[in-house]
């Protein structure tokens, strides 16, 4: 029985070929490259957090008009320098020098000030935005339904670090174009009382500069930036993988395939490397000409008014400073190109990643509820009505028109092939799987505990692994080692340190042992339904007798797989998948594991529909 072992999709673990996954491709610098940023960014801006939000840009909108008016000041005093060394002016240069260090006394703090104060809102925003991502990733169970579609990939690293880029950079590029436009007021007006032709030479340079950099340069960067985070993203998880499968890649001696495919996933990741290289080194030399014309450029236009005395030295170094500040805020975009696509790449993933996470995602494959799939009501009782299941995507038939009545304290047992469809009824009970029809009624899920082969141990304490899934229990400390001495593991606590021990529970205790801490979490909660999927494979004979007798004792109501005739005589019922759809129910007293028996005459068939369905009991 194989259950999603990650949250990352099957899309990521699989190759998918380059010409479909290419069909879609990330949103280039444009409006809907816009509409996107919108669409994740403006909760924050508009929800509970926007008075902390905008106070916070308010505050750095005023550090960087002092940063501005200072940089105006220093560049005149600059100007002023120059003209008196020109000049041969010895006060007026000392003059100039004191002025200078007194600008700088200001400069520096608030500049040191400006970029801790933008830190800390980029940290305020991940906090908010990761939460709101978190909320929506586990609720309803998405991280499930993520986990078994192939509609997107790494959501576990678009929630760490795809936010984490996307909060940092959008405040970056949120300041950069608001300094810019303080910038090209301030300096603007410098420019143009020493020169009107240069600030008319200045605009149409910057114009020509942006047209060219979106046009060539934009869509490539911005696909090539998309995918290089994808592939980044695949070659991390094969890492991840041979992590968390060591124990069985080791017993398997699978070293030299494991390395074929993570060498395999390496290969993309410095191929698409190797194309974004070459297209940057194109746009670096573009950047650097566009730049470097700035050294000569304002020089050359104003060197006729110098060189006739008409315009001083220093007002023509101020007037260069000007040209290179207006040029900055104007060409902006220019500039930061390439983490501008690198950002956007980011945007186009996070986006999609909302679409089905957040709410009013389309998504609806983790709801209750589902129009064109199994109908879930509650109940009083766990009731099967005419239920028919199939895979998700998929269009084979594992379970046709299945109606049954789990009464109080009955025990059903699940037996059939492998592949038959045993652990997917427990997932279409559970509200994991929709796809098929008919109609499951239940008590809520608070009242469920899935035990499945492999149990779940977080990290934490030994004391956390008992209370899992709740955060806390009213058991004290001697009913809780009173619990683990009814599981056979009287001296767990003993010998971990206690309750209160942290250690890697996976790699510290044997599957027997972790199959017997599932069980005493069922003592710990005393739910009135357990469901088993092989819970007790990794156990002896007596051990798997003495826990199942202790849930029977509890009366909770029990739906088990297990393939062994051991366990047939803790149960009421059996429940016998046949394949392609067909099954047959049993009272376990007149079923053989060996299938030697006959049918016996309380056993209902899905294929003579005419006979009623029997209690344990009919459904209906």
């Known amino acids: 029985m194989n259950t999603p072992s990650s949250t990352r999709s099957a899309a990521a673990t699989d190759e998918v070929p380059e010409a479909t996954a290419t069909k879609r491709r990330a949103a280039p610098l444009s409006l809907a490259a816009w509409k996107q940023f919108i669409s994740v960014a403006k909760p924050y801006w508009l929800g509970e957090d926007r008075h902390k939000a905008w106070s916070l840009l308010l505050l750095l909108i005023v550090l960087m008009l002092v940063e501005t008016k200072l940089a105006v000041m220093l560049n005149n005093q600059a100007g002023e320098m120059t003209s008196a060394l020109a000049g041969k002016?010895?006060?007026?240069?000392?003059?100039?020098?004191?002025?200078?260090?007194?600008?700088?006394?200001?400069?520096?703090?608030?500049?040191?000030?400006?970029?801790?104060?933008?830190?800390?809102?980029?940290?305020?925003?991940?906090?908010?935005?990761?939460?709101?991502?978190?909320?929506?990733?586990?609720?309803?169970?998405?991280?499930?339904?993520?986990?078994?579609?192939?509609?997107?990939?790494?959501?576990?690293?678009?929630?760490?670090?795809?936010?984490?880029?996307?909060?940092?950079?959008?405040?970056?590029?949120?300041?950069?174009?608001?300094?810019?436009?303080?910038?090209?007021?301030?300096?603007?007006?410098?420019?143009?009382?020493?020169?009107h032709v240069l600030v008319g030479v200045l605009a149409a340079y910057a114009v020509t500069g942006t047209v060219i950099a979106l046009g060539v340069f934009g869509n490539p960067l911005i696909h090539l930036n998309f995918w290089q985070l994808r592939r980044e993203a695949d070659f991390r998880f094969s890492l991840m993988r041979l992590r968390e499968n060591a124990e069985s890649i080791a017993f398997y001696r699978g070293e030299a395939q494991e390395r074929a495919h993570i060498d395999s996933r390496f290969e993309k990741v410095i191929q698409n490397f190797a194309r974004l290289i070459r297209k940057q080194r194109s746009l670096n030399l573009f950047q650097r000409t566009f730049s470097q014309l700035t050294l000569v450029l304002p020089f050359a236009i104003l060197a006729g008014g110098v060189l006739s005395g008409e315009l001083e030295v220093g007002r023509a170094v101020q007037a260069a400073g000007a040209f290179t500040a207006v040029l900055g805020a104007v060409g902006v975009i220019v500039d930061n190109f390439e983490s501008l696509s690198r950002f956007v790449a980011g945007i186009d993933r996070l986006q999609a990643l909302s679409r089905l996470v957040l709410p009013g995602a389309a998504s609806s494959a983790a709801g209750a509820d589902r129009k064109d799939g199994i109908e879930t009501?509650?109940?009083?009782?766990?009731?099967?009505?005419?239920?028919?299941l199939c895979p998700p995507r998929s269009d084979r038939v594992l379970i046709r028109e299945l109606s049954l009545v789990l009464k109080p304290g009955d025990a059903l047992l699940i037996t059939g092939e492998s592949g038959c469809g045993k652990s997917s009824l427990l997932r279409a009970i559970a509200g994991l799987w929709q796809t098929g029809s008919g109609v499951i009624h239940r008590p809520p899920l608070e009242d469920f505990f899935?035990?499945?082969?492999?149990?779940?141990?977080?990290?934490?304490?030994?004391?956390?692994?008992?209370?899992?899934?709740?955060?806390?229990?009213?058991?004290?400390?001697?009913?809780?080692?009173?619990?683990?001495?009814?599981?056979?593991?009287?001296?767990?606590?003993?010998?971990?340190?206690?309750?209160?021990?942290?250690?890697?529970?996976?790699?510290?205790?044997?599957?027997?042992?972790?199959?017997?801490?599932?069980?005493?979490?069922?003592?710990?909660?005393?739910?009135?339904?357990?469901?088993?999927?092989?819970?007790?494979?990794?156990?002896?004979?007596?051990?798997?007798?003495?826990?199942?007798?202790?849930?029977?004792?509890?009366?909770?109501?029990?739906?088990?797989?297990?393939?062994?005739?051991?366990?047939?005589?803790?149960?009421?019922?059996?429940?016998?998948?046949k394949g392609e759809g067909a099954w047959e129910l049993h009272e376990a007293g007149a079923f053989q594991f060996d299938g030697a028996g006959a049918r016996p005459r309380s056993a209902a068939v899905n294929d003579q529909p005419a006979a009623p369905a029997p209690a344990v009991a009919a459904a209906g």
């Not at 000030?113 to 908010?128: E, S, V």
């Not at 009501?377 to 028919?388: A, I, N, Q, V």
Request: include cysteine.
């Open 450 to 577: 899935f035990l499945p082969q492999k149990p779940y141990l977080q990290a934490g304490t030994l004391r956390s692994q008992l209370v899992y899934p709740a955060a806390g229990s009213e058991l004290g400390d001697a009913q809780l080692l009173a619990i683990l001495e009814q599981v056979h593991l009287p001296r767990l606590a003993e010998r971990v340190g206690g309750l209160d021990a942290v250690h890697d529970w996976e790699k510290l205790l044997s599957v027997g042992e972790q199959q017997r801490l599932a069980f005493a979490r069922v003592l710990v909660h005393r739910p009135g339904i357990v469901i088993l999927d092989e819970a007790t494979s990794a156990l002896d004979g007596a051990n798997e007798a003495s826990l199942y007798g202790r849930l029977r004792a509890g009366g909770a109501t029990l739906v088990s797989i297990a393939h062994r005739a051991a366990v047939l005589r803790h149960h009421t019922h059996v429940l016998c998948l």
């Open 377 to 388: 009501r509650p109940g009083r009782r766990l009731t099967l009505e005419s239920l028919t």
């Open 89 to 195: 002016d010895g006060a007026r240069f000392w003059t100039s020098v004191r002025a200078c260090l007194f600008i700088l006394a200001f400069a520096i703090p608030s500049y040191a000030f400006y970029y801790y104060m933008r830190d800390l809102f980029a940290n305020q925003w991940r906090r908010w935005l990761t939460g709101r991502f978190l909320d929506g990733y586990l609720g309803g169970r998405k991280y499930y339904a993520l986990g078994t579609d192939s509609e997107i990939d790494n959501p576990d690293q678009r929630i760490s670090e795809d936010v984490n880029t996307f909060t940092g950079r959008s405040i970056h590029f949120l300041l950069i174009f608001l300094g810019s436009i303080m910038q090209l007021v301030a300096f603007s007006a410098v420019l143009w009382s020493i020169s």
